[in-house]
T-cell receptor, first 114, second 112 residues
């Protein structure tokens, strides 16, 4: 059974710091991994998608890495800003009971203090 | 702009009522999904559909029903059999292959 864990559950840092969010998964047989952002009461916004054959993806100040063999992904946020405050969700796409499904972690709630 | 539209944003249900949540996409995606989000529990899959006129149960389908008569639409009905329906409901779509998922803005359902 695929399980996804995100650590820490919450993180508070001052503005301008670089930070890393962690995601681990128990079954390395994944198709891809997707990082999302969720603002309070809103839907999910896709940040980065990493295919199983890739090691990392970058978008602006965000960089996501994937180490499939160890079941880990990290989301690196450079020069954090108050607008980065949100919950960040990691999800892996795996085959479960004959169908491809997205399995989510419980998220890291990030607060950037001005 | 292409995307997923969920309506209504807020919905209130009385005990014993069925309510239907709307999900419409103009992305031309084949697959559509319904998730439920509860505090501290992450997102759980309710139903999914990979093609028109076909759908499968997810992990927590009891008390819910869906239809997929059109590619663009995947409505979710929360029936009176769902004993704890208060939650945030998210609809998603995917074009297949190894592409990423796109999510709607969600519907918050509250039992009154």
């Amino acid at each position: 059974k695929q399980e996804v864990t995100q650590i820490p559950a919450a993180l508070s840092v001052p503005e301008g710091e670089n930070l890393v969010l962690n995601c681990s998964f128990t079954d390395s047989a994944i198709y891809n991994l997707q990082w999302f952002r969720q603002d309070p009461g809103k839907g999910l916004t896709s940040l980065l998608l990493i295919q199983s054959s890739q090691r990392e993806q970058t978008s602006g100040r965000l960089n996501a890495s994937l180490d499939k063999s160890s079941g880990r992904s990290t989301l690196y946020i450079a020069a954090s800003q108050p607008g980065d405050s949100a919950t960040y969700l990691c999800a892996v796409r795996s085959e479960i009971q004959g169908a491809q499904k997205l399995v989510f972690g419980q998220g890291t709630r990030l607060t950037i203090n001005p | 702009d292409g995307g997923i539209t969920q309506s209504p944003k807020y919905l209130f249900r009385k005990e014993g009522q069925n309510v239907t949540l709307s999900c419409e996409q103009n992305l031309n995606h084949d697959a559509m999904y319904w998730y439920r989000q509860d505090p501290g529990q992450g997102l759980r899959l309710i139903y999914y559909s990979q093609i028109v006129n076909d759908f499968q149960k997810g992990d927590i389908a009891e008390g819910y029903s869906v239809s997929r008569e059109k590619k663009e639409s995947f409505p979710l009905t929360v029936t009176s059999a769902q004993k704890n329906p208060t939650a945030f409901y998210l609809c998603a779509s995917n074009r297949g292959g190894n592409y990423g998922y796109t999510f709607g803005s969600g519907t918050r359902l509250t039992v009154v």
